[in-house]
């Protein structure tokens, strides 16, 4: 195996090249995808960039039997499971896909938030004290592969922030209450804007008995929010929000829901990435908007639009720093070490939970 130490130190150029060779012999046996958040080196030797959903739906199609997932471990598990469905498994001749990483230690800090023994000591609490079919488990695609499998075990659904309102209607239709997991502020935001009463949304705090709520209120609830959230997310600033608005009365700002929701109320509106960006793509030229989601991409989205006025609204960058781990160097590395035969930093997901994580993926689908 390569080892990584002799790829740190290289040149962009020679990187590239290196990037290049691999994919001109694998041809489309190889696609690279990245989110939205990562490096710009890294955007611009992808295949397709994209948030969350829009990767899921590329890797469910891709004719590719290898993916170079640029993004952090949710992304890859998710596209594992849609990659390797039974049909896509036989349609290239048994192969399995390959899904790997630039960095396996590329997680998410929100999909940790909730690990599927919490995941099941909360149905069991919540068992007790109501009649836990009338609830509908929804998981934010932002988790890992165990809990949308729970979810997918208890008939529920897996949302991203581009068709949160979308998937939780649909719940609504089916049964009278939802837990949502593990992203409190998404839920908080989508049940509010769904007409759902503040009284009636309770939030579950994780390893605290009745996750520090009482009984009556567990009763009333609709929604149930489990008390996780984006730390990426946490540092919009309303002070500096307000400050923008007084330095330009015209500004617009819009921010993602993993926001808190006091930072959505200021907003004028508030998306997944994609809308983020198709709402600055469709801005006058000379319009100022502050964006709220990860620095990385509001500062590409500045550079790449010198025509408009665009602002972060927090004191310092917020930074996604797993999102920061995918780099040229380990790109390189991980390429040519698959071109040798010798892929690293496979994810695969567990075989007992694939299933069960399939059908709640269903719904992004
Ligand atoms: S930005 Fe937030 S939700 Fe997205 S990967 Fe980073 S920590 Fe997780």
Redesign the pocket.
Known sequence: MRDITDYTGLSSDVLRAKIAAVRAKAGDRLAILA?Y?VPDEVVEIADYVGDSLGLAKKAAASPADTVLFC??K?MLETADVLMNRPERIAARGGRRAVVMAPDITAG????DMITPEQAEDWKKQLSELVDFSEFTPITYV?SSSETKAFCGRNGGAVCTSANAEKVVRDAFAKRPKLLFMP?SRLGRTTALELGVKPEEIVTWRPNKPLGLSTPEAIKRARVILWDGF????QRFSAPVIKGIKKAYPNAQFWVHP?APRDIVEMADGYGSTTKLLDVVSKAPAGATLAIGT?WKLVDRIRRQNPDKTILFPAEQPSV????SKSTLDKAAWALENWADGEPVNVVTTPEDVVEDAYRSLESLL
Do not use: I, L, Q, S
């Not at 998410?108 to 999909?111: E, L, V």
């Not at 984006?230 to 997310?233: K, N």
């Open positions: 989110h958040y993004g952090v949710f998410c800090p929100m999909a932002n992203d984006c730390p990426t997310h993993e990860e996604c720093v797993n999102m």
